[in-house]
């Protein structure tokens, strides 16, 4: 079974540029999250997919970051304009259905953000 | 209060060892309990559930106390593998929150 793929793996961006990050999760996943790690920290939720919906994004700062699930597939995270706070990995992690989270959660590899 | 806090570490420990850690979660209404393992620049990758009634996998031995809100984990014969993170992970309501992990480095 494939992994969550996600692209790039590293990205050096100046301060108040754009960026965008790509996640594929595994086939047939219906519920999807983007979380924020920044180093010394556990994963922050930043925002909850079921199919193409969201669930939750209490947690995104909703000013400078968007996400979106188009056909309830793939998705991406966007920011804009980044901060140098925004520097962290951010890794993006499916499960089969939001009641199987819990037990079934597949992290992928994560994109590692620089902000200069 | 943060969610789920932890001892941050290190733990340094020789091989062979026993080391054990605790978590505390503030919500007295999360329904579920888990440890992920997350290596240096990896991914985090579930470990183990932990029940109230407590249980292990292999050398790991997970516990619940439900009424002090914590959750322990416990290492036994610690490997040079075993040199990671331990993220305690709660479930609130199908969203998980991690706690900022405990580092166990294990020397030989």
């Known amino acids: 079974e494939a992994g969550v793929a996600q692209s790039p793996r590293y990205k050096i961006i100046e301060k108040r540029q754009s960026v965008a990050f790509w996640c594929n999760p595994i086939?047939?996943?219906?519920?999807l999250y983007w979380y924020q790690q920044i180093l010394g920290q556990g994963p922050k939720l930043l925002i909850q997919f079921q199919n193409n919906g969201v669930v939750d994004d209490s947690q995104l700062p909703k000013d400078r970051f968007s996400a979106e699930r188009l056909k309830g597939v793939d998705s991406t995270l966007k920011i804009q304009p980044a901060k140098l706070e925004d520097s962290a990995v951010y890794l993006c992690a499916s499960s089969l259905d939001l009641r199987e989270a819990p037990y079934g959660y597949t992290f992928g590899s994560g994109t590692r953000l620089t902000v200069v | 209060r943060k969610e789920v806090e932890q001892d941050p570490g290190p733990f340094n420990v020789p091989e062979g060892a026993t080391v054990a850690f605790n978590c505390t979660y503030s919500?007295?209404?999360?329904?579920?309990f888990f440890w992920y393992r997350q290596d240096c620049r990896k991914e985090p990758k579930l470990l183990m559930s932990v029940y109230s009634s407590g249980n292990e996998d292999g050398r790991f031995t997970a516990q619940l106390n439900r009424a002090s809100q914590y959750i322990s984990l416990l290492i036994r014969d610690s490997k040079l593998s075993d040199s990671a993170t331990y993220l305690c992970?709660?479930?609130?309501?199908?969203?998980?929150?991690f706690g900022a992990g405990t580092t166990v480095t294990v020397r030989a």
């Open positions: 919500n007295s209404a999360s329904q579920s």
């Open positions: 086939s047939g996943h219906a519920t």
């Open positions: 992970v709660v479930n609130n309501d199908y969203k998980l929150s």
